[in-house]
């Protein structure tokens, strides 16, 4: 465990030193695509909670120039951002880009979609759904928390539904797979050629995991999956949504090892008596303090989840006179 | 007077001002630690002239920020004044910035002078418990809650679907002893609809009282609530250890529908 911590230290160290620097005057993201493997490269967003500093972008997209077009992961929290990986990806690359990809519904996995009206932008359809249910109250959920970043943005749900399957894009064998329990539909993917897995928003590393749609055991049996699958194909570095890359597991033991002690903290919290305001003031363990987005991002899964845990523990309806 | 001089004279009394003790005395918010310009109104309704202190003997918690404005989970506890006054009368908690100001009065009886409980927010806002000692002497505890609000003015999630008709006024109640060391606590939670009324289309709806009397008729707390309670209340109490043999909740909503259901210790 101490060596994979310091795997995940290290790799946020070196993280840092590439870390963009947002410049809010100019609402210029600064985005630097970072090469990972072969043609191959991230932006990386800060690992960090949602904040007007950072001009809300906690995401990691990614891009591959599979010599037959280029395929783009996630198109982050805003039109701006949209425009901006747009034009990363086009000094990077001459490659023109062939598909574009969000891992889930939820903002900063399509919001830039607006930048790619002219490609294919493409979701699992259930994601397709939700973002087209939900996307008005994300945008005025970002417009509130993020302020000028987001001009112009208008939620624009991917158009196009993708299947899980196998596709040779040029010199890359892509794989496209489905799992659930981040939220209903987490599309996952496998570049087999490079040995990276695009692990989406069921991976969390250093940040505490957002759980607005989460299935709790879905979730860690999707995170067994993603184990098996990592040895199974040796897959050597994980790209998560929110968190520094890095290689091995540590992001899949880190975010089982919360999603579990979240589980029996609100489990054994309701079974003790503890109402709400108590939950939310008692400390976390010392090993996940550190995190980024603590303690909001905790407050947030608190407050949505132990009603429900508590409701389990108040049992049936006395009886009426 | 011409345009300069009256310039001037502005100018002056600008400077004088920002210099002037007297204008610095000048509080619009009837000292309130929180700033609240609404506060001066909330005292004179509801304190009117009686004596009253801001202190730190009534403990509000709410959350940093409020991230369901449906449910915002509030504890008031005013345990520190049992010895103050011939001990606490009863606990009225008010928003300054909600559409519908009140949220429950509360009288302990026999129950310590502490409940937790969950309120709909409209917007941020400075929420208060005003307390009151046997004395007749009110103590007030205060804190902000952050919110980005909307919660008054949506219906909740029964009054959406349509389900609340089923469940209305049933009670779930379940006992748990030591949470604080040498008490019982009862939770308890009323399924009702709690409706506002600023929903369009939605007369309010909600319960105004709620009691809890023992085998012999006693009362052991009352409870009476307003509009900003969350749908289907659920009551945090701490009550004295020992059984009161047959403890009923009784009740009735705004439209005299009424509550009465057995409490297992």
Not at chain 1, 1 to 10: E, P, Y
Not at chain 2, 156 to 183: H, I, K, M, P, Y
Request: aromatic share 6%.
């Amino acid at each position: 465990m101490r060596h994979l911590l310091l795997c995940l230290a290290a790799a946020l160290a070196s993280a840092a030193m590439a870390q963009s620097r947002p410049d809010m005057a100019r609402l210029d993201y600064d985005l630097r695509p970072r090469q990972i493997a072969e043609r191959t490269w991230v932006l990386e967003g800060a690992v960090e909670d949602f904040s007007r500093a950072n001009g809300c972008n906690i995401i990691n997209t990614a891009f591959i120039a599979t010599g037959a077009g280029v395929v783009v992961v996630n198109t982050g929290p805003s039109r701006l951002y949209g425009e901006q990986q747009r034009r990363a990806i086009e000094r990077t690359t001459r490659e023109p880009v062939v598909r574009v990809l969000s891992l889930n519904l939820h903002p900063d996995y399509f919001f830039g979609n607006q930048a790619w009206a002219d490609r294919p932008t493409q979701a699992l359809q259930g994601s397709v759904n939700g973002m087209q249910a939900e996307g008005r109250a994300y945008a005025d959920n970002l417009y509130r928390l993020c302020g000028d970043w987001m001009k112009g943005t208008e939620s624009t749900p991917s158009r196009e539904s993708v299947e899980p399957g196998v596709m040779q894009i040029g010199g890359h064998r892509l794989e496209l797979r489905r799992l659930h329990g981040h939220t209903s539909d987490d599309l996952v993917l496998i570049d087999h050629t490079t040995g990276v897995l695009y692990a989406g928003g069921l991976v969390f590393a250093n940040r505490v995991p957002t759980t607005p749609h989460a299935d709790f055991d879905a979730w860690q049996a999707s995170l067994v999956k993603l184990s098996q699958w990592m040895a199974e194909h040796r897959l050597r570095q994980v790209v998560p949504s929110h968190g520094p890359l890095h290689s091995g597991q540590g992001g899949l033991d880190q975010t089982r090892d919360w999603l579990r002690w979240l589980d029996d903290h609100m489990r054994a919290s309701a079974e003790r008596g503890l109402d709400l305001s108590e939950v939310l003031r008692l400390p976390v363990p010392e090993r996940f303090q550190g995190w980024a987005a603590q303690p909001a991002e905790l407050h947030r899964s608190i407050t949505q989840w132990y009603p429900r845990y508590e409701q389990q523990v108040l049992g049936g309806a006395a009886a009426r006179r | 007077m011409t345009h300069d001089n009256s310039r001037r004279l502005l100018l002056g009394a600008a400077l004088g001002a920002a210099s002037s003790p007297l204008w610095a005395a000048v509080d619009h918010t009837g000292g309130d630690p929180l700033g609240s310009m609404q506060w001066p109104g909330l005292r004179k309704q509801y304190l009117g002239d009686a004596p009253m202190r801001f202190t730190k003997d009534v403990l509000v918690s709410g959350p940093a920020f409020a991230d369901d404005a449906m449910n915002v989970p509030l504890l008031v506890d005013a345990r520190a004044l049992s010895g103050t006054g011939g001990g606490v009368a009863r606990i009225q908690v008010v928003v300054d910035r909600n559409p519908v100001r009140e949220v429950l009065e509360f009288e302990p009886l026999k129950a310590l002078p502490m409940l937790a409980f969950r309120i709909r927010m409209e917007q941020a806002s400075p929420v208060r418990a005003l307390v009151q000692t046997r004395d007749g002497a009110w103590h007030v505890g205060s804190t902000w809650v952050q919110a980005a609000g909307g919660g008054c003015t949506v219906p909740g999630a029964t009054r959406a679907d349509g389900s609340w008709s089923r469940t209305l006024n049933q009670v779930q109640a379940r006992f748990f002893n030591n949470v604080l060391e040498g008490s019982r606590r009862l939770r308890v939670r009323v399924m009702h609809p709690m409706d506002t009324g600023l929903v369009a289309g939605v007369p309010a709806f909600y319960i105004e009282q709620l009691q809890l009397v023992d085998g012999a008729g006693a009362p052991w707390w009352r409870l009476a609530l307003h509009e900003p309670v969350s749908e289907n209340p659920l009551i945090t109490l701490e009550l004295p250890p020992q059984n009161g043999g047959g403890f009923r909740l009784l009740g009735r909503d705004n439209n005299g529908n009424r509550i009465d259901a057995e409490v297992s210790a």
